[in-house]
Structure formats: structure tokens, C-alpha cells
């Protein structure tokens, strides 16, 4: 990836915040990297080299600056625009995949071999699959030796290092001081973010691009959570996780400058996926200054992104839970979507979150959650969402939907057990999409849906759904979805975050409708109260019409009576037809589908 010099001294040396995590400013004279907006004084031209990851910057010797922590920088929203190869590879480092599977693991799920997936990672990011992994593993051990009382040991293998002496050399490579100088230095510096409260308990800061709407995120969120596994309030969002190791929950509290997160892990080697799923929830490496820039071109969007910039689009921890939630939210409403949701959670027969890591035991015991320590939190137990295959051993009864709808949950259940869909956020979205329609029951919406929150693309726009429409309508925007469509052309490459200012002004515009209403109504009163005789003599001539015709009254009445018991038949026909037509079409129940997922 091409780095232009003079746009990026200029950003350094502005110290703007918004470049951060786009670049890494490398400098030959002091050998550290800093993030753009590093407080420290701008280096000389001379002594500058510019780096499109840490990983690149780890690469050519240097080592991470102890003053703006560059690792700590909010992530490059380049990933989750780009479709190819190597955005893909990006968002499965940054889940883990490496550590996990390995290098030839990451070039299978990409489909190719892995001197060519290296080969394109060193051209486009100035460093291949395992230095990227390394920095990685080198940010969570950081963390880890900072915020928690574990062992040096038991963080070098929870962080993926294979040894204790690959771990120390590597941190010390990389931030220029031992492990234990880290930990003895973040303990005299420690603040009340900071630091381990209990056994598996970590605090952590996650950095974002400001500006950041966070009353539009935590509404957006608190107004779908489902009972058992979310809860919204007092500023904050709480959820359980289902990691590769095991489960957890984190807490999240939107802050002026950064995102509070407190994590209590089952397993600690779980850490760098619970902060990049966080991550992605929150849509904290968006460039709000790019989106808003684009969206308020458009004069319909102008006053809404000047009165409220930095609008996110919520996504999801887990692929599979957003297209349960799309499914679900096909033609019901927010509330209506929540309860079934909430039924299916509670019709499991236990929480599958029953343990956590003892941090401080090195015998790797576990505790249980109904003990002091468990994952019980101040809101009561929260579990992980249903596995597919858990969602696969649920009763008919419990879904509580049309026959229709619950079978496609099992499909889409079945096919991600067997491995024939992919819902992780590495994969290819058109061939996901691909492979979502071809099931039966699921259309462009539910895709679409799925692809905007659960796979993170941000140029998805849903043309068909009956919010979105009315938003337009309400911004004075065509309303018909193919011409709609084709005018949302405009907001490239950021449809799904136009998706998500035309939502909110559907909602506006339905919550200003009762006023006007009302208004009509007292209105109405007000020329009743001024007109009462000749309401009254409107009564009595309307009385006596009606007593002067009773029996042509009851012949009617008599007569329509006769009318439908001689037509049973045919309404039942009627309703039969319909029934067997909307099976016969499951796909366009969900052209009429609103944002209800």
C-alpha cells in the first residue's frame, strides 16, 4: 500500500487524531514507531519513514514509543472496506485465525497457497501472516502483563507465544524493556481503568476515531437485546461472548475519548478475539470523517450528519447469531423479534457459560459461575448465544414462528455445522451472500442484513426494507427501492451507514406523528365545542331519519346476515389459497421486511 510522504508529515506533524491506526510513523534517529498523533516533538523529515502497520514498522527494527503506545491505536478502517484477499486475511489475523490454525490454516480459508498470501500481505502491508500474528501476540501479552496478576509463564502461552524465551524476546524487541519492567511500570502509573478487579476480570481502554454518537449506538443496542444474553443501561452495554477457547462477558461504557471494557474470560488466551469481536460490535475503527464527508454531500443527510456526526453501524460478535436475528426479524416487529429470541435462549437447558479461569492458579483450575467470580455480573447471569448445533436440538415449539421460518433457521444451522456456510468475518461476502440466497427462505434482505452487521460491510444498502423506504420518504428521497437503489449509488463506498441515518429518520418521523394527530384532534374539539346546537340538530334529524327506516335497517341487516353463513366455504377456501401461496413464496416475505432485526 502506497503511503504518500507529504500528506503524512503533515498529518504527523499536525498530530491529528484521525490518522491514527492508518499509518505508523517510524523514526531512524531514535529507532521507535508512534502513532501520528504522538504528543512527542515532530521528527525531521530526514529521520522519517512511514509504515502501513506496526507489524511493517516491527519489521525494519523498530520499537513500539512508550508515549503514544501506537499498538493501543484504533484499527485501519482499510479492512473492512476492502473485499479482496487481503482485507480478508487482515480481519482473520485480527480474530486470531494465525495463532490458532497457523499460517497454512489462514491461506486455506483464503484459498491460497501460502507463499502467494504472503507475498501480496508484505506488498499491501509491509509484513506477512506471522509478523502480523507477532505484533499481535506482542499487544495482547502487553496487556495482559499490565492489567493482570498471571504469571510471565502463563502469559507467554495464554498471549500464543511458543516459549517463554520467544515471548521475552519478542517484548522485548518490541517495547525495548523486560516483561517484568512493563508490569512494574503500569503498577506505578496504574488508574482506576486500569488494573484486574478479580479473578478474570480485565479492564481495558479501546481506542476509536472520534467523533463517536454513543447515545445512537447504546439505543440501537439497548432497543434489540435479547433476555439472557444482553442488557442495556446506565451509559453501558453488557453481553456474553462465545470465544475460541470458551465463553465470556464484557461489559462496554462509551467515554469522551476511548471505550471502558471490562472482560472476564473463561480462558485468557481468548483475549485479542474478545477485543477485535468488541471492536467490530462498535464499529470503532470506522473513519467518521470519511463517512460523514461523503453522506453530507448529499443536502438530504446535511443537517442530520452536522447535528449528529460520528454515527456507527452496530455489528455483531458472531455471524451466526445475525442471521438467526435477521431470520427472526422478517415481518415482526423490534419487540416481537426480541421475545422469540429471548424464548429460544431461555428454552436451552442450562447456561453454557459455567466456568472461569482462575487467574492466579497455576494448576488451570476452573470456578463455577454461581460462585463469587463467576460471570454473573451486576445484572444477573448472561450466556453466549446459541451454537447452530444447540439451535438444531430445540423442539418445534419453542420458536414460536411459521413453520416456514423456523425450517430456514435450521437450514442455515445446518450448513454452518457441516461447514458449507461461512459466517466468520474473513470470508468472502459475495460468495456468503451467494450462498445465503440459495437456501430457501432467504432473500436479498436477510443477505444483506447479515453482511452489513455480522460480516461488517459497509456499503450494503437494503433498498426493500420498509424503514429505509420511509426514511427516504421523509428526507424527501425517491421511496420506490429501484430507483432508490440507484440513487444510493451516491453514498459509496458507506450505504450501510446511510442504512442506518435513514433508519433514524423513519423512526423521527413516525414518533412526530402522533403530535400531528393530536393536534388534529383538539382541533376537531375546539370546532365541536363551538358548534353545539347545530350538532344537536344534526342528532335529532339523524334520529329521526333513523326512526322513520327501522325495518329497511333490519332487512339489510338480515339479509347480510344470510349472506355469509351462505358463503362459509369460500372464505375458507380463500384463506387456504393464501396460506398455501405465502409457503409457496418464502423468499418474499422479506421484501416487506422492516429493521426489526
Known amino acids: 500500500m502506497e503511503l504518500d510522504f507529504e500528506r503524512c508529515y503533515r498529518a504527523v506533524d499536525s498530530r491529528d487524531q484521525r490518522f491514527d491506526g492508518w499509518f505508523?510513523?517510524?523514526?531512524?534517529?531514535?529507532?521507535?514507531?508512534?502513532?501520528?498523533?504522538?504528543?512527542?516533538?515532530?521528527?525531521?523529515?530526514?529521520?522519517?519513514?512511514?509504515?502501513?502497520?506496526?507489524?511493517?514498522?516491527?519489521?525494519?527494527?523498530?520499537?513500539?514509543?512508550?508515549?503514544?503506545?501506537?499498538?493501543?491505536?484504533?484499527?485501519?478502517?482499510?479492512?473492512?472496506?476492502?473485499?479482496?484477499?487481503?482485507?480478508?486475511?487482515m480481519r482473520l489475523i485480527g480474530d486470531g485465525v494465525v495463532d490458532r490454525e497457523g499460517v497454512p490454516g489462514l491461506a486455506s480459508r483464503l484459498g491460497y497457497t501460502e507463499r502467494h498470501l504472503h507475498r501480496m500481505l508484505t506488498v499491501q502491508v509491509g509484513a506477512g501472516p506471522l509478523a502480523l500474528a507477532r505484533?499481535?501476540?506482542?499487544?495482547?501479552?502487553?496487556?495482559?502483563?499490565?492489567?493482570?496478576?498471571?504469571?510471565?509463564?502463563?502469559?507467554?502461552?495464554?498471549?500464543?507465544?511458543?516459549?517463554?524465551?520467544q515471548f521475552n524476546d519478542t517484548i522485548r524487541e518490541v517495547y525495548a524493556a523486560a516483561p517484568s519492567q512493563l508490569r512494574e511500570s503500569a503498577r506505578r502509573s496504574v488508574t482506576?481503568?486500569?488494573?484486574?478487579?478479580?479473578?478474570?476480570?480485565?479492564?481495558?481502554?479501546?481506542?476509536?476515531?472520534?467523533?463517536?454518537?454513543?447515545?445512537?449506538?447504546?439505543?440501537?443496542?439497548?432497543?434489540?437485546?435479547?433476555?439472557?444474553?444482553?442488557?442495556?443501561?446506565?451509559?453501558?452495554?453488557?453481553?456474553?461472548?462465545?470465544?475460541?477457547?470458551?465463553?465470556?462477558?464484557?461489559?462496554l461504557t462509551p467515554l469522551p475519548e476511548y471505550v471502558a471494557?471490562?472482560?472476564?474470560?473463561?480462558?485468557?488466551?481468548?483475549?485479542?478475539?474478545?477485543?477485535?469481536?468488541?471492536?467490530?460490535?462498535?464499529?470503532?475503527?470506522a473513519d467518521p470523517e470519511a463517512v460523514d464527508a461523503t453522506l453530507a454531500a448529499d443536502p438530504a443527510f446535511a443537517e442530520a450528519v452536522a447535528k449528529d456526526p460520528g454515527v456507527r453501524v452496530p455489528r455483531s460478535v458472531d455471524g451466526f447469531e445475525m442471521a438467526v436475528r435477521a431470520i427472526v426479524g422478517q415481518q415482526v416487529s423490534v419487540a416481537g423479534a426480541r421475545t422469540v429470541l429471548a424464548r429460544l435462549v431461555a428454552a436451552l437447558p442450562r447456561s453454557v457459560d459455567q466456568e472461569?479461569?482462575?487467574?492466579?492458579?497455576?494448576?488451570?483450575?476452573?470456578?463455577?459461575?454461581?460462585?463469587?467470580?463467576?460471570?454473573?455480573?451486576?445484572?444477573?447471569?448472561?450466556?453466549?448465544?446459541?451454537?447452530?448445533?444447540?439451535?438444531?436440538?430445540?423442539?418445534?415449539?419453542?420458536?414460536?414462528?411459521?413453520?416456514?421460518?423456523?425450517?430456514?433457521?435450521?437450514?442455515?444451522?445446518?450448513?454452518?455445522?457441516?461447514?458449507?456456510?461461512?459466517?466468520?468475518?474473513?470470508v468472502d461476502r459475495a460468495e456468503m451472500t451467494r450462498q445465503l440466497t440459495a437456501l430457501p427462505g432467504i432473500g436479498p434482505w436477510t443477505a444483506g442484513y447479515v453482511a452489513m452487521r455480522g460480516l461488517g460491510d459497509p456499503d450494503v444498502f437494503l433498498s426493500t426494507d420498509l424503514a429505509v423506504r420511509r426514511g427516504a420518504a421523509a428526507l424527501g428521497l425517491p421511496d420506490d427501492p429501484t430507483v432508490l437503489a440507484e440513487y444510493a449509488s451516491n453514498w459509496r463506498p458507506w450505504r450501510s451507514y446511510a442504512v442506518i441515518r435513514l433508519w433514524t429518520a423513519s423512526a423521527?418521523?413516525?414518533?412526530?406523528?402522533?403530535?400531528?394527530?393530536?393536534?388534529?384532534?383538539?382541533?376537531?374539539?375546539?370546532?365541536?365545542?363551538?358548534?353545539?346546537?347545530?350538532?344537536?340538530?344534526?342528532?335529532?334529524?339523524?334520529?329521526?331519519?333513523e326512526r322513520s327506516e327501522p325495518r329497511s335497517r333490519e332487512q339489510t341487516s338480515t339479509a347480510s346476515a344470510r349472506s355469509e353463513r351462505?358463503?362459509?366455504?369460500?372464505?375458507?377456501?380463500?384463506?387456504?389459497?393464501?396460506?398455501?401461496s405465502e409457503r409457496s413464496e418464502p423468499r418474499s416475505r422479506e421484501q416487506t421486511s422492516t429493521a426489526s432485526a
Open 24 to 89: 505508523y510513523t517510524g523514526v531512524t534517529s531514535t529507532g521507535i514507531y508512534c502513532r501520528p498523533s504522538c504528543p512527542a516533538m515532530t521528527p525531521k523529515r530526514k529521520n522519517v519513514r512511514f509504515f502501513p502497520s506496526a507489524a511493517a514498522a516491527q519489521r525494519s527494527g523498530l520499537r513500539a514509543c512508550r508515549r503514544c503506545r501506537p499498538d493501543a491505536a484504533p484499527g485501519s478502517p482499510h479492512w473492512d472496506v476492502r473485499a479482496d484477499v487481503v482485507g480478508r486475511a
Open 192 to 251: 482506576p481503568i486500569d488494573g484486574t478487579t478479580s479473578a478474570g476480570t480485565i479492564n481495558l481502554r479501546l481506542a476509536y476515531r472520534p467523533p463517536l454518537h454513543t447515545d445512537a449506538l447504546l439505543d440501537f443496542l439497548a432497543l434489540r437485546t435479547i433476555a439472557g444474553v444482553e442488557e442495556a443501561g446506565d451509559g453501558s452495554y453488557r453481553r456474553g461472548l462465545r470465544l475460541p477457547h470458551g465463553t465470556a462477558e464484557v461489559t
Open 356 to 426: 472461569i479461569y482462575v487467574a492466579d492458579d497455576p494448576d488451570r483450575r476452573r470456578k463455577s459461575l454461581d460462585q463469587p467470580g463467576g460471570l454473573g455480573g451486576r445484572g444477573g447471569q448472561l450466556r453466549a448465544f446459541p451454537t447452530p448445533e444447540e439451535v438444531l436440538s430445540l423442539p418445534d415449539e419453542v420458536f414460536g414462528m411459521p413453520a416456514a421460518r423456523r425450517e430456514t433457521i435450521r437450514t442455515v444451522a445446518r450448513a454452518v455445522t457441516d461447514g458449507t456456510l461461512d459466517l466468520n468475518p474473513g
Open 261 to 285: 471494557a471490562t472482560l472476564r474470560l473463561v480462558d485468557v488466551r481468548d483475549l485479542a478475539p474478545a477485543v477485535a469481536r468488541c471492536r467490530r460490535l462498535l464499529d470503532l475503527d
Open 508 to 545: 423521527r418521523s413516525e414518533r412526530s406523528e402522533p403530535r400531528s394527530r393530536e393536534q388534529t384532534s383538539t382541533a376537531s374539539a375546539r370546532s365541536e365545542r363551538s358548534e353545539p346546537r347545530s350538532r344537536e340538530q344534526t342528532s335529532t334529524a339523524s334520529a329521526r331519519s
Open 135 to 165: 505484533a499481535q501476540r506482542a499487544q495482547t501479552a502487553r496487556i495482559l502483563v499490565e492489567t493482570t496478576d498471571l504469571s510471565l509463564a502463563e502469559i507467554a502461552f495464554a498471549a500464543g507465544f511458543g516459549s517463554v524465551r
Open 566 to 580: 351462505s358463503e362459509p366455504r369460500s372464505r375458507e377456501q380463500t384463506s387456504t389459497a393464501s396460506a398455501r
